[in-house]
């Protein structure tokens, strides 16, 4: 199994800003992901990580807002940009081995926008 | 697209009854099938998962779990609850030539000493 850390573990911000989350993997991983945690709901993947290439994101998602850097195959960061309330959530990175493995979830950065 | 329904979204239990969390999914084909848990203030934890071969899957902490390929079922049980069992409990899948998993609401589960 991957140990996946997160840094920071949370933040308070101002609207308009923007945060950069880092996410550290202990183990080289094919694929990294990053997901959005919304109180009471599921988790809503924003994107796949890809190493040397942008990254993969899905419907709803987009670059400009959610932009991610993925230098090598331990490490990768998410920065939502120009932030709005509703930008408040948990921001999960996650890691797979293989594309038959588990996916290993990191702690989580909850952000809440003033 | 991939669909995972869990049917219970808030399931309240004293200790030591019995568990049973639903868990359907919408594909057809080959699937892989998972449990995560997630304690209060804590990070999703894999409880336990299902690739291929006996279907009936014993995870961490008593868990376990029955692949039920002709209803579409992954449900997850535990005989008997204890309060450290409070936590959100989310089913998820892989298949269709995916290999991100489609996750589902999630399951509360409080239990009362």
């Known amino acids: 199994s991957a140990v996946i850390s997160q840094k920071p573990s949370r933040d308070i911000c101002q609207r308009g800003t923007s945060l950069t989350i880092q996410c550290q993997v202990d183990?080289?991983?094919?694929?990294m992901f990053w997901y959005r945690q919304q109180p009471g709901q599921s988790l809503t993947l924003i994107a796949t990580?890809?190493?040397?290439?942008?990254?993969?994101?899905e419907s709803g998602f987009v670059i400009d807002k959610f932009p991610i850097s993925r230098p090598n195959l331990t490490f990768s960061t998410l920065t939502v940009s120009n932030m709005s309330p509703e930008d408040s959530s948990i921001y999960l990175c996650s890691a797979q081995s293989t594309r038959t493995d588990t996916q290993y979830f990191g702690p989580g950065t909850r952000l809440t926008v003033l | 697209a991939q669909s995972v329904s869990q049917h219970n979204h808030h399931v309240i239990l004293s200790e030591a009854a019995s568990l049973e969390l639903g868990c359907n999914y919408s594909?057809?084909?080959?699937?892989?099938l998972f449990w995560y848990v997630q304690y209060p203030g804590q990070h999703l934890q894999l409880l336990l998962k299902y690739f291929s071969g006996d279907p009936l899957v014993k995870g961490i902490k008593g868990f376990e779990a029955e692949f039920i390929k002709s209803k579409f079922s992954f449900n997850l049980r535990k005989p008997s609850v204890q309060w450290s069992d409070t936590a959100e409990y989310f089913c998820a899948v892989t298949g269709g030539g995916s290999y991100i998993p489609t996750f589902g609401r999630g399951t509360s589960l409080i239990v009362h000493p």
């Open positions: 594909y057809g084909g080959t699937v892989n």
């Open positions: 183990s080289q991983v094919t694929m």
């Open positions: 990580a890809n190493q040397g290439s942008e990254a993969t994101y």
